[in-house]
């Protein structure tokens, strides 16, 4: 509690207006290389830091299917609404599943968000960085599944 390098000297007493959603890929290349593991891990310890501050969090998991159709599956693991301080327990049931679609994800999460109150929101998403949610989910494909969720 040295205060000395700081130019406020006095601890913050305004609530953050800050809502989060942590997104994670679900996709089978997580499972490689400790990668969930170290999903799941970073999960909790943002649920336990955004509950301890009293932020609002949400952690979604998603992955697509190998389909035709381009199914998504998206997983709420803990939800805003949500009071339950056994929620934390879902996060357990995190795992890697099948194929992923990042910018359809993004969108949903960015498209909750943004109903939340709170003035900040921000987005944090936990990937190995490789949509692969059919043949040709690549590139410029990707990009504009993605960009559409920003604008």
Do not use: W
């Not at 939800?79 to 996060?91: I, M, V």
């Amino acid at each position: 509690m040295d205060f000395r390098y700081f130019a406020r000297k006095r601890p913050p007493e305004e609530e953050p207006s800050l809502a989060v959603a942590l997104r994670i890929d679900e996709y089978a290349s997580m499972s490689a290389f400790g990668r969930l593991e170290a999903a799941k891990q970073a999960a909790v310890a943002l649920y336990e830091f955004c509950t301890g501050c009293g932020i609002p969090i949400m952690v979604y998991g998603d992955t697509a299917d190998r389909s035709k159709l381009e199914q998504m599956s998206v997983y709420a693991y803990v939800d805003f609404e949500s009071n339950d301080p056994d929620d934390k327990y879902a996060l357990m049931n995190i795992q890697a599943r099948s194929n992923n679609r990042d910018g359809m994800a993004l969108r949903i999460l960015a498209e909750r968000l943004l109903h939340a109150p709170q003035k900040t929101k921000l987005i944090i998403s936990i990937s190995d960085g490789q949509p692969k949610a059919m043949p040709d989910y690549t590139g410029e494909k990707a990009a504009r599944d993605g960009i559409s969720c920003i604008t």
